[in-house]
């Protein structure tokens, strides 16, 4: 990941604490997040002063908010399935509560990621998640921020997506 110019950060217990400091010395002031997502309960209750980086809920359908979303928000949230170890790659399966705009529209995109869903191959992580049983209508897999090259092979980061990808590993729950 951080060959592909992700950032990694080992957090804890206090993830929301260590994303908020992370945000704060990048110059972020807003975050958008699914209060009603698999994270978004324990990153309110540990976010911690919302003056620097406020943390906004992500309740309004796209069409009443996009000026917002895409002017005025520095970064998003999401949650993560898992990681695959030999390419870098994190694998989202964006749930309705937590829509994958949040990943794709936000200059940062931060991704908490458990370390112990952390698969050495992408065929190990089919198995242990029992992808056979059902897939989601939407699978992403994210190897680094968003980059684009030019026919001269300039590379360009944040060109149609996120410039910056930020990503605690918690470990320990």
């Known amino acids: 990941m951080e060959a592909a110019h992700g950032e ?9 604490r260590r994303m908020y400091e992370l945000l ?34 992500y309740l309004e359908p796209v069409e009443t ?9 520095d970064a ?6 898992g990681a695959i170890a030999e390419t870098g790659s994190l694998v989202l399966w964006p749930p ?24 050495p191959t992408f065929h190990e992580l089919l198995i242990r998640q029992s992808w056979h049983t059902g897939m989601p209508g ?3 897999l994210i190897s680094g921020p968003s980059k684009s090259a030019d026919i001269q092979q300039t590379l360009a980061y ?10 605690p590993v918690r470990h320990g729950g």
């Open 8 to 16: 990694v950060h080992q957090v804890g217990a206090d993830w929301p």
């Open 24 to 57: 704060h010395q990048k110059g972020g002031g807003t975050l958008l997040y699914g209060p009603e997502g698999p994270l978004g309960p324990a990153l309110e209750q540990g976010w911690p002063d919302r003056s620097a980086v406020r943390s906004i809920p």
């Open 65 to 73: 908010c996009r000026e917002s979303l895409f002017r005025s928000v």
């Open 76 to 81: 998003g949230f999401t949650s993560c399935r």
């Open 96 to 119: 309705p509560q937590e829509p994958r705009l949040l990943s794709l529209v936000p200059p940062i995109h931060c991704v908490l990621l458990d370390a112990a869903e952390i698969c």
């Open 138 to 140: 939407n699978a992403l």
């Open 158 to 167: 944040g060109v149609h997506g996120p410039q910056t990808l930020v990503v």
